[in-house]
């Protein structure tokens, strides 16, 4: 096996899991399937090996939204180019907003050009994907925020917490509006220790046949 060369100059990484971990104290949107896990087998038991069942709805935890999630016949789950979900990204940092607006995103210093856009907020700072109640005050992303980003260019879009829209958009226009643009959202990220800056994302979720959502394992990988 070769060696790897550690001389000065070569790049090293730190990779960031921004899951959050999937269990029974796991914040839920309101009327989602509670998450449980029972055990099927276990060896204290005299079974063979340790087997649980597993029972959460599709858009637990860390989680995508498809197009298909608010549009019937449009891309499942199964069906995203796994190249959009992995890729250079950028993590904005905006705070003292309730909903992300046109000119919020206008003044986040984004770089052009950039197709994966993380959303960090005070939803970090209050960590409230570490809170299992539901807090329907989170920080969301406005109809004209997703207008923006979707003249922007970006493909795939990111927010820390259950939902890149506000709890009272009953219209879910922020949904639509980036969903039938077929943008691909990820919400319930845990960006508590990640910076503003440049990361290699790699954002992969079950494989669920013809699925509306799915839970996803995220990373951010950084040059240090």
Known sequence: MPRMNHSKGVGVTKIHDITIPIGPSTP??????????????????????NVTLLTMGTHSGTHIDPPAHFFDGTATVDRIELSLLCGPAFVAEINAVERIGREHLDAAKIPPGVRRLLLKTSNSSKELMSRPDFDANFVSLSPSGARWIVDHGVQVVG?????????SDLNHDTHRVLLGNRLSVLEGLDLRSIDTGHYLLFALPLKIARGDGAPVRAVLVENI
Not at 28 to 49: K, M, Q, T
Not at 161 to 167: C, D, F, N, T
């Open 28 to 49: 839920l949107w309101p009327d989602d399937p509670d998450i449980s896990l029972e055990p099927a087998s276990r060896i204290a038991n005299g079974d063979v090996s």
């Open 159 to 167: 927010i820390d917490y259950l939902s890149v829209e506000a709890h």
